[in-house]
């Protein structure tokens, strides 16, 4: 019974949770305001209404609108809310019960016509845990195990249902070049193919078909009516045309230095617009990685150095890239971590990188990437109003997110624990 009891509370909050109430206007007042754009105003106002920022200012220049619920700022932060480059937040639940888990298809190690919108849970509970940090948008990718899993989409942490949440469709393509990751799998769990021959020429025989079937199809539209052909829509190639036609970016993943070299010799015989990814150890080709002015993904930075680099190369990574003009970004590679995104980048902080190029790493430069710069990323006028307040610094672990704002709605502060924790009187409420 008790665990009944649990269930449904659990199930009402995060319907409660869910459901949408209209933004309403708040102003905080005489905070700390990281702009990220331009600069940080200590004694700042902001003003959020009808789901956007309409002011943004020092204390003194910016007007209060009349009626407006007027928040005191003083000792508090506010900043964009955090967008994590890579998740899985909404395919799994469980890791360990695979009835939750909705990562990866087995069946084929080529399938970019595979959706995660398709397959996007936007009750999973690991959301609300995740927004509470103060992370309000992400990129949700499949797992990393095939070659070509799917296509990305781009969410926001709280919505009606899937499809509120769900900001973009198909805004980006995962290209896994994992063979020595994959050679270390024991026999029952290997894909194949598992030699870097072999994911390049089956790649490249993917590519190849998918020009074919574009170069078919131009033709038999280039005829008059009466004498055009029926073709048979290939759903897996079609998806990749937008990708041989540079108007969507392929995530590419490679583990070594010499995966790095095949899958880049790949992407440029195909011509692909490219966002290197899940980058740790890249030490040994830091140069050849800026010569391609591409933004990069990288972590996980927590990762253990390899037997023949420094014990700190993998957390000085991102300072390295930067210091050679590379746009960073971090990601979480997870559904549970996504909350841990903002100690990611403060990690990298304390082994070089900037602190102003953290913040970006997490707010505006996965914006432009992501092509939402125009809506997220910064506290810039006219930018919809994903606002995070917290007491302290977004990349301290010691800082505790008051509330946070998407679209302009004040988002419960609601979670599976906090729920636990009132029902059952532990620590504080």
Not at 155 to 160: C, H, S, T
Not at 287 to 305: E, F, H, R, S, T
Not at 319 to 347: I, T
Request: glycine fraction near 8%; charged fraction near 25%; proline fraction near 5%.
């Amino acid at each position: 019974m008790k665990k009944l009891i649990c269930t449904t509370l659990l199930l009402s909050a995060f319907t409660l949770a869910q459901s949408a109430p209209a933004p309403k206007t708040v102003v905080v007042k005489g905070a700390k305001l990281l702009t990220v754009s331009h600069g940080t105003i200590e004694n700042g106002t902001i003003v959020l209404s009808g789901g956007k920022i309409t002011a943004v200012g020092a204390a003194a220049e910016v007007k209060v609108p009349a009626g407006a619920e007027v928040m005191d700022g003083k000792g508090l932060t506010v900043y964009p809310g955090l967008i994590d480059s890579e998740t899985h937040l909404g395919l799994t639940e469980v890791q360990a019960d695979e009835m939750t888990n909705d990562l990866v298809e087995a069946s084929d190690e080529i399938m970019p016509h595979m959706h995660v919108y398709d397959g996007f849970h936007a009750e999973s509970t690991l959301i609300p845990v995740t927004r509470y940090n103060g992370i309000t948008n992400a990129i949700v990718a499949p797992d990393d195990k095939d070659t070509l899993p799917g296509q990305d989409s781009f969410i926001q942490l709280y919505g009606a249902n899937s499809n509120a949440m769900i900001l973009g469709r198909d805004v980006a393509m995962p290209l896994n070049f994992t063979g020595a990751q994959r050679r270390n799998e024991s026999f029952s769990k290997a894909k194949f193919p598992q030699t870097r021959m072999g994911m390049a020429a089956q790649l490249r025989q993917t590519f190849i078909d998918a020009q074919e079937y574009v170069r078919k199809g131009d033709e038999n539209n280039a005829k008059a009516a009466d004498k055009r052909e029926h073709i048979k829509r290939d759903l897996k190639l079609e998806a990749l045309v937008p990708y041989l036609k540079g108007e969507k970016p392929v995530v590419l993943e490679a583990n070594t230095a010499s995966e790095f070299d095949a899958a880049i010799a790949l992407a440029q015989e195909f011509k692909l617009k490219i966002v290197l990814n899940h980058l740790s150890h890249a030490q040994q080709v830091l140069d050849q990685i800026a010569a391609l002015k591409v933004p990069v993904i990288v972590g996980p930075i927590y990762d253990m150095p390899k037997e023949d680099e420094r014990y700190d190369s993998v957390y000085k990574l991102p300072a390295e890239l930067q210091k050679r003009g590379v746009k960073v970004l971090f990601a979480s590679y997870d559904a549970h971590q996504s909350r841990n995104l903002p100690y990611a980048a403060g990690y990298a902080v304390a082994f070089g990188l900037p602190y102003d190029e953290a913040l970006k790493a997490i707010t505006l430069y996965p914006a432009e990437v992501w092509g939402v710069a125009d809506k997220l990323g910064s506290l810039d006028v006219g930018k919809q109003a994903n606002v995070v307040i917290a007491n302290g610094d977004p990349l301290d672990v010691k800082t505790e997110v008051k509330r946070v704002f998407i679209g302009g709605i004040d988002v419960p502060m609601v979670t599976k624990q906090t729920i636990l924790r009132d029902q059952y009187g532990g620590g504080t409420k």
